[in-house]
Every structure is written in structure tokens, then in C-alpha cells.
Nanobody, 124 residues
Framework: QVQLVESGGGLVQAGGSLRLSCAASGRTFSSGAMAWFRQAPGNEREFVTF????????RYADSVKGRFTISRDNAKNTMYLQMNSLKPEDTAVYYC?????????????????WGQGTQVTVSS
């Protein structure tokens, strides 16, 4: 059973930075794509970014492109999300997700495992 644990959320002023981490259990970490989704109050969960199993392929939502960077360290079974130039509209609970397939997708329903989420709040 795969378990995902996010950390690194918090309160930051607009223009600031945060780095989220997602630690995963399991021996097959490098075989599955990983992703970050987020959900603001009253909104549906939305795609932020994904990275392929080997880390060579990444995709970003237009709203975060150029500001957020996803990465993974397969030796440490950990994925990261570096968030720069944060805006109040980035405020949400951020979830990491993993799917069994090597390649990521934009759809939450394609992911097999989810973390509990970490709150990111950006003040104006």
C-alpha cells in the first residue's frame, strides 16, 4: 500500500515562496507519475502539475507556469513543488497524488493514491 505525506505548507505574503514536499512509501516509487492538485474553498480540485516516473516529462497548469517547479528525487522517494511569486489566488489545500502508470495526466480520477493535503495561504 502506497502512502503519501505532504509537508511544507504555511502562510506567506504575496510574492513570497514556499517549497512543498511529498514523501512516499513503497518500493516502486520511480515507476509511477506524481502530481500536485489543489482545492480552494468552494472550488473543485484542480490540476497544478505532474512529473513522469523518471522525471523527464513535466506539465503545468497555465496559472502556475513560470512560477512553480515540480521535481522528484527517486532515491529519497520524495517529490517537491517549489512555488515562487505566490499570489493570493494560489491559496488552497495542496494534494500530492501518484498513479501506477509512468506518465501523468491532468485528471484527478486517473491517480490511484492521494496524500492528506497541506494548506497554503497567501496573504495580500
Amino acid at each position: 500500500q502506497v502512502q503519501l505525506v505532504e509537508s511544507g505548507g504555511g502562510l506567506v505574503q504575496a510574492g513570497g515562496s514556499l517549497r512543498l514536499s511529498c514523501a512516499a512509501s513503497g518500493r516502486t516509487f520511480s515507476s509511477g507519475a506524481m502530481a500536485w492538485f489543489r482545492q480552494a474553498p468552494g472550488n473543485e480540485r484542480e490540476f497544478v502539475t505532474f512529473i513522469s516516473g523518471g522525471g523527464s516529462t513535466t506539465r503545468y497548469a497555465d496559472s502556475v507556469k513560470g512560477r512553480f517547479t515540480i521535481s522528484r528525487d527517486n532515491a529519497k522517494n520524495t517529490m517537491y513543488l517549489q512555488m515562487n511569486s505566490l499570489k493570493p489566488e494560489d491559496t488552497a489545500v495542496y494534494y500530492c497524488a501518484r498513479r501506477k502508470d509512468y506518465y501523468g495526466t491532468f485528471y484527478a480520477s486517473d491517480y490511484d493514491y492521494w496524500g492528506q493535503g497541506t494548506q497554503v495561504t497567501v496573504s495580500s
